[in-house]
């Protein structure tokens, strides 16, 4: 099975006005979405933000947990809180894993939107089959800007939801990213 990274790029990402933004690092996404990559084998999860307050604030509660007194209160949260490297851009991410890999990943982007080109099941094969890394990006705030789009192999069908039609007349799917990347790693690597 291919190794397999995720990073959470706060940007560039859209606001909801579609202005191009870079979002807060949040506490609840460095703990809980570091808990689904431990549960789920992943090897490194990247946060991503190009501000050096945001990564210092990220850094000062990893830190915290990889703490000697921290790491015996709750040795699992450390575990998890080992797989965060906090990068200032998505190309430090990658090249962070060709080093260790010796090849470039294969960059899988998730959206809400109708964009994918490959479905859960077609992924989950390729991964499965491969001895080449994988990297699944993950947005914040309204989305990935077609930017970092253009740098993507692939593009992961969104998580079907069944909700009805919103305001302007797309079904609405608009999960927090913590719940997606939780959703999106079951479906890609569990049993």
């Not at 998890?80 to 998505?90: G, N, P, T, V, Y």
């Amino acid at each position: 099975m291919a190794n397999v990274y995720i990073a959470l790029l706060h940007s560039p990402v859209y606001n909801k006005r579609k202005d191009v933004v870079t979002t807060s690092i949040t506490g609840f996404d460095l703990h809980d979405i570091a808990r689904s990559a431990a549960t789920f084998g992943l090897k490194k999860y990247f946060v991503v933000n190009p501000l050096p307050a945001q990564r210092e604030f990220a850094s000062r509660i990893v830190n915290f947990w990889l703490d000697p007194a921290s790491l015996e209160f709750n040795w699992t949260r450390a575990e998890a809180f080992k797989l965060i490297s906090i990068k200032e851009s998505l190309a430090e991410a990658i090249a962070e894993i060709k080093a260790e890999e010796g090849k470039r990943p294969t960059v899988i982007i998730t959206s809400a939107k109708p964009k994918g080109t490959i479905t859960f099941k077609k992924l989950k094969e390729k991964i499965s089959r491969s001895k080449s890394p994988y990297l699944i990006l993950f947005g914040t705030g309204w989305g990935l800007v077609e930017e970092v789009f253009a740098q993507a192999d692939l593009v992961l069908e969104p998580i079907p939801g069944r909700a009805g039609l919103g305001r302007d007349g797309e079904r609405y799917n608009h999960l927090s990213v913590r719940s997606a990347t939780a959703i999106i790693l079951d479906r890609l690597l569990s049993k």
